[in-house]
């Protein structure tokens, strides 16, 4: 066993598992709480029991320890930032669009007030 600072097994599956498929989950539940105007709260909660889902798959599949609280955190921690940057891009999207008159998207994360 190869333990490091992020990964418990391997780092191939630290990035498979949690950053693959727990950080394009994240994305995509992060621009669904953005589509329905949910708060970031929620989206915190929700990335909680997608963590907690994403142990189970360390577990399951590549032996890791499922009840690993260094772990389970360093694994939120990632999927939180996948989550938060997916829901910033759609909300993004969603001022400059809803809000065209008073807005402009700024990269692809950001808006700004429009010059009148």
């Given at each position: 066993m190869e333990n490091g600072l992020f990964w418990?097994?391997?780092i191939?599956?630290?990035?498979?598992?949690?950053m693959i498929l727990g950080g394009g989950t994240a994305w995509m539940t992060g621009r669904a709480v953005a589509q329905?105007?949910?708060t970031p709260l929620q989206l915190a909660w929700y990335m909680v029991i997608l963590s907690l889902a994403v142990r189970f798959i360390h577990f399951a599949l590549f032996n890791g320890t499922l009840l690993?609280?260094?772990?389970?955190?360093?694994?939120f921690l990632v999927i939180l930032?996948?989550?938060f940057l997916g829901m910033r891009f759609t909300r993004a999207?969603?001022?400059?669009?809803?809000?065209?008159f008073a807005f402009a998207r700024s990269g692809p994360f950001g808006w700004r007030q429009k010059e009148h």
């Open positions: 418990e097994v391997s191939a599956e630290f990035i498979f598992v949690t329905t105007w949910r690993s609280g260094y772990y389970f955190v360093v694994d930032v996948f989550a999207g969603q001022i400059a669009r809803q809000y065209s």
